[in-house]
Every structure is written in C-alpha cells, then in structure tokens.
C-alpha cells in the first residue's frame, strides 16, 4: 500500500480550507487538536501552509485512552520543535482552564497592544482545527458551557465552518475534521482507521482489524487474552485465530461458522466504544 493513494476528501473539506484562508486576517490563536493514541498520525501535516505564523497550542486530547508513557514521548517531540503542547481530557475542568490560561499567555502581546493605543481588551478569536473525530466538538461545548457543537462518534459531522461564543472571551471559529487529500502512508492510514478517523469503507476492515491484533500483540497483549481468549497471534493461520474470537465473541451464523466480517468490526467497535484503551498506535 506504500504506494497506493487513499483518496478521501468530501467537498466540506476542500471548502474548509478555502474558508480558512479567507479568515486567517480575523484569526488571533489555532487549537490543533489530536488524538493522544495517535500524536504523529492525527496531525496535519500541511497546516503549517494553512495558519502560517499564528500562535497555536496542540491540543492532544483522549489522554484517558493513551498510553501515557509513549505518549508523553511525542508531547516531548513536538515541544522540542517549538510547539506549545496540553495534554488533556476534555471531559475535565482542568484541562480547559489550562487552554484558557495559556490563550491568555500566547495572545497578550494583541491585548497588550490595544492598551497602548488607549483601547479596551479584545475577544479573542480562535480557530479550531483538527482531523474527524478527535473531540474538538467536545472541546467547543467545554468552553461554550453548553451544547452548540455537533458531537459524533463518527467522521464528518461538523460541516460547516461557524462562529461560537464562549464563557471566557474567547469565540472559536468550528471547523469540519480535514484530512491531507491523499494518505501515502500505510501505518498513517491504518492507525486512522483504527481509531476512526476515516469512515471504514475506506480500507479493507479486515486489514484493519487485523492490524489492531497485530497491535495489541505487540504492545498490549492483555487485551488479546482478555477480550478475545488468544494468548499469542498468530499471522499464518489467522482463520483460526478469528474462529477462536467469533467463538468468544459469539460471532456465529447459521451451521456453526463464525462471521469473519463481524469479528472484524467488532474489533475495531472495541477501541471505538472504549473497551480497548491504554494504547498508542503511534510508536516513539
């Protein structure tokens, strides 16, 4: 797959860009949020071309499903490259209030600036941007105080790019989760796969699944044992290894055979519910 191209850019995407562009002059700070179990695959790798030298925090979110030790690896990663980095669970107070308390860090030259010239503070505006499914609607309700972003476990379900006000002067600029149009690179792909951030007709959900075991047996192999009764996997005979999980699972059809197509997606409905976490896709 190295060299095959993944092609999964709905129009809302492209049109997110152009939108962007168009407000990047009204736009005083970037939230970048990634998901935590996937620092290096979750982010944007041309963003830079997008927001330019605008103050940005990363806002690695999902803590609470990490791996928190090869996490902090990449927290490490990015601030040794000049980034400003939280990691949070936006189901908490604390994780909000240090975002606020670093918007006010980051943006005090504007307001510091508009009292030079005899003027009140400003809100300050904030655009926040990410792939699907990393919180950042979550996020926006947080600090809205109540619910004005869609939330979805699912890719795709901001599309619009909208103005929301916020309890702390701070109004936020929603964007729809993008992607780059193009996904060159295998474990990028499956590890966006694998925690959603693709819809799942977009590659094969057996070669996914199969990469979440491969995963799990490298790194986290409780969860093979606990949830699918295999002490080791064992890639030469994964037919029997799916008998085993269908037989665990109860992914059984009519004379007795297990549905292959089930334990897949029950597979990646396991980390997608949050049966399976702890883990770090993305290796340091």
């Keep these: 797959m190295a060299d095959q191209k993944i092609h999964w850019y709905p129009g809302h995407m492209a049109k997110t860009k152009r939108l962007i562009k168009e407000k990047y002059d009204l736009i005083d700070i970037v939230y970048e949020v990634l998901d935590a179990r996937i620092p290096y695959s979750s982010k944007m790798n041309d963003l830079d071309d997008l927001i330019k030298n605008k103050p940005r925090i990363i806002i690695m979110n999902k803590k609470d499903l990490a791996d928190i030790n090869i996490t902090n690896k990449w927290v490490k990663y990015y601030e040794d490259k000049g980034y400003r980095v939280i990691l949070t669970n936006l189901k908490d107070d604390k994780s909000i209030n240090e975002i606020v308390n670093l918007t006010k860090e980051l943006t005090q030259f504007i307001q510091d600036k508009r009292s030079s010239k005899g003027l009140n503070n400003k809100t300050i505006r904030a655009l926040v941007i990410g792939i699907p499914n990393v919180g950042k609607s979550t996020f926006i309700n947080r600090m809205a105080g109540k619910n004005v972003a869609n939330i979805g476990n699912n890719p795709g379900v901001t ?68 949830l699918y009764n295999i002490e080791e996997l064992d890639n030469d005979n994964l037919d029997i290894m799916y008998d085993i999980i269908g037989h665990r699972i109860g992914a059984i059809v009519s004379g007795g055979n297990v549905d292959y197509k089930k334990v897949s997606n029950r597979i990646l409905e396991d980390i997608k519910q949050e049966k399976i976490k702890g883990i770090t896709f993305d290796r340091k």
């Design 159 to 226: 599309k619009e790019v909208t103005w929301l006000n916020t309890k702390y002067d701070i109004s936020i600029l929603d964007t729809p989760g993008i992607l780059m149009p193009n996904l060159t690179d295998e474990n990028v792909a499956l590890n966006l796969a694998s925690m959603s951030a693709i819809p799942r007709d977009i590659l094969p959900v057996d070669k996914v699944a199969i990469y979440i075991l491969n995963m799990l047996n490298d790194y986290y192999k409780d969860y093979l044992k606990n």
